[in-house]
């Protein structure tokens, strides 16, 4: 059997309304394998960040147990790089300094850092915007810069919500294919959330669909599409049915 780089084990979170305990996430059970990337999808509000700000240690569970790399943690900050929605630069810092900030935050010497930065920046092609300040850049290369920076925190186990969901439709796909090539260098653990489904199946090994709130699985799809994904793939016979699944999973909820 595959070693998970990620374990949970009937994970539940409540907080209290009107002098009532209220779950939002509820005995939830799942597993990210080595290398291996998981997508989440679910109706609006029911849970999905929830879980990812447990993940990363923002938040704490009610109950349930969280084994990364087998172990048991209580302490989880810093155990991923955690990518939200909204690019979060620093706008007052270039793209190199922002993207430094992940090695900065782990105390790497500021000579490492920006030799570490700046040779990233070369890999994927961002050099020339080196010296560029937030303001100047696209929403599609904001979140190239941003991804770039969670991956110098951590390059292996990646927790993301919903990266593109505010790009225009091809700056997205430029931003999945691109996101495909630097998880393939890295061979990152991924836990992507996403609200499009088509998304989910072009980058997943496999789905998890949650429910309404409070969030519990109600499936896991297997993505048995060849690799590296082309977009093309989303056209083929299987991987309409599969979407058509998803999408009947979601609207009976």
Sequence with gaps: MTTPKLEVKN?????????????????????????EFVSIIGPS????????????????????????????NQKLLGKSGYMLQKPLLLPWKTVLENVMLG????????????????????????????????HALSGGMAQRVALLRTILFNNQFLLMDEPFGALDALTRLSMQMW???????????????????????????????????????????NINLPRPRKHEFLKDKKTVEIEQLLEQLLLNL
Aim: some cysteine; overall charge positive.
């Design 11 to 35: 994970l539940s979170k409540t907080f209290s309304l009107n002098s009532s305990l209220t779950y939002t996430v509820s005995s939830i059970s799942m597993r990210i394998n080595y290398g």
């Design 179 to 221: 996101l495909l090539d630097v998880w393939q260098t890295y061979k990152s653990s991924v836990l992507f959330v996403t609200h499009d489904i088509r998304e989910a199946i072009l980058l997943s090994d496999r789905i998890y669909v949650l429910s309404s709130s409070p969030a519990t699985i109600i499936k896991e799809v």
């Design 103 to 134: 090695l900065t935050l782990k105390r790497i010497s500021e000579k490492k850092a920006k030799q570490e930065a700046c040779n990233m920046l070369k890999k994927f092609g961002l050099s020339d915007y080196a010296n560029y300040y937030p």
């Design 45 to 72: 509000g029911c849970g999905k960040t929830t879980l990812l700000n447990i993940l990363a240690g923002l938040e704490k569970q009610t109950t349930g147990t969280i084994y990364i790399d087998k172990q048991k």
